[in-house]
T-cell receptor
Framework: LAKTTQPISMDSYEGQEVNITCSHN???????ITWYQQFPSQGPRFIIQ???TKVTNEVASLFIPADRKSSTLSLPRVSLSDTAVYYC??????????FGPGTRLSVLP | EPEVTQTPSHQVTQMGQEVILRCVPI?????FYWYRQILGQKVEFLVS????????KSEIFDDQFSVERPDGSNFTLKIRSTKLEDSAMYFC??????????????FGPGTRLTVL
């Protein structure tokens, strides 16, 4: 059963690039890594998903090294509205979906 | 953009009572999920549902919990005899396929359950 660890919190300033790393040492061959964003009193919202190397979409990039034991979510030029909790999800097919503990990102003006 | 809806937004109940939380997944989705989030804690998986049966469940999803798709649109979570520790936000989610490339789980806004 893959478990994930993330920093509990991070602070950044508007316009900076933010990198949040998630460790998943026991990730299985068929597992994918997905990142979600959650604002208070709302459901998690999909950001990006990947299996290996690098994935980029309109809001973020996801870097996964060859051993896949970690992944890094990169948010370019954050704004105040990016203040949220960011969760790393590893798909344990046939077992349970495991959300990471979440990283509380605070973007300061 | 299609969205997952949940009702009610807030449910208050007495300990020992049964509650039913309702969800309407996105119409062309085939996989349905329930998660819960105790205040200040992480999102926890409860159960996934496909083709009218449970496909995966966590240790949290014990005999007090059940899920059902009573018709073509609703997906429900029933807690038979609520306990104080069931107080949490409950999120429903749906996806078109089992987690796969380009697939996404879409979450509803949640139902806040308060057990007194």
């Amino acid at each position: 059963l893959a478990k994930t660890t993330q920093p509990i919190s991070m602070d950044s300033y508007e316009g900076q690039e933010v990198n949040i790393t998630c460790s998943h040492n026991n990730i299985a061959t068929n597992d994918y890594i997905t990142w979600y964003q959650q604002f208070p009193s709302q459901g998690p919202r999909f950001i990006i998903q990947g299996y290996k190397t690098k994935v980029t979409n309109e809001v973020a990039s996801l870097f996964i090294p060859a051993d896949r034991k970690s992944s890094t979510l990169s948010l370019p030029r954050v704004s105040l509205s990016d203040t949220a909790v960011y969760y790393c999800l590893v798909d344990n097919y046939g077992q349970n979906f495991v959300f990471g503990p979440g990283t509380r990102l605070s973007v300061l003006p | 953009e299609p969205e997952v809806t949940q009702t009610p937004s807030h449910q208050v109940t007495q300990m020992g009572q049964e509650v039913i939380l309702r969800c309407v997944p996105i119409s062309n989705h085939l996989y349905f999920y329930w998660y819960r989030q105790i205040l200040g804690q992480k999102v926890e998986f409860l159960v996934s549902f496909y083709n009218n049966e449970i496909s995966e469940k966590s240790e949290i999803f014990d005999d007090q919990f059940s899920v059902e798709r009573p018709d073509g649109s609703n997906f429900t979570l029933k807690i038979r005899s609520t306990k104080l520790e069931d107080s949490a936000m409950y999120f429903c989610a749906s996806s078109q396929r089992r987690l796969a490339p380009t697939d996404t789980q879409y979450f509803g806004p949640g139902t806040r359950l308060t057990v007194l």
